[in-house]
């Protein structure tokens, strides 16, 4: 089982960045699919989820109608489409894959930070 994040970098608060999970050795298309986020000194907080069909999406209060949380199955990869970045939006960012109740995955994260 893999989970590979890119697309972070250094970006001017306002900008966008689009950030990709793409995964491997599973059932991709089962899997809950979410972003988390943790920036230094924080707990680990979950940014956007989508279900397995991609029916259904929900958001943190603090990202709601600048982030957009998307899933392509046929290629096993999530998106998370960021817009109108905020220095608060730096922190790393994680892959979540989840098939309740037994199967919880993680990547190994990728770096965002907003600052100009």
């Known amino acids: 089982v893999q989970l590979v994040e ?9 900008g966008s960045l689009r950030l990709l999970c793409t995964a491997s050795g599973f059932t991709f298309s089962r899997y809950r699919m979410s972003w988390y986020r943790q ?40 998106y998370l489409q960021m817009n109108s970045l905020k220095p608060e939006d730096t922190a790393e960012y994680y892959c979540n894959a989840r098939l309740w109740p037994a199967y919880d995955y993680w990547g190994q994260g990728t770096q965002v930070t907003v600052s100009s």
């Open 39 to 78: 920036a230094p000194g924080k707990e680990r907080e979950l940014v956007a989820t989508v279900t397995g069909a991609g029916g259904s999406t929900g958001y943190a209060d603090s990202v709601k109608g600048r982030f957009t949380i998307s899933r392509d199955n046929d290629k096993s990869s999530a």
């Open 6 to 14: 890119s697309g972070g970098g250094l970006v001017q608060p306002g």
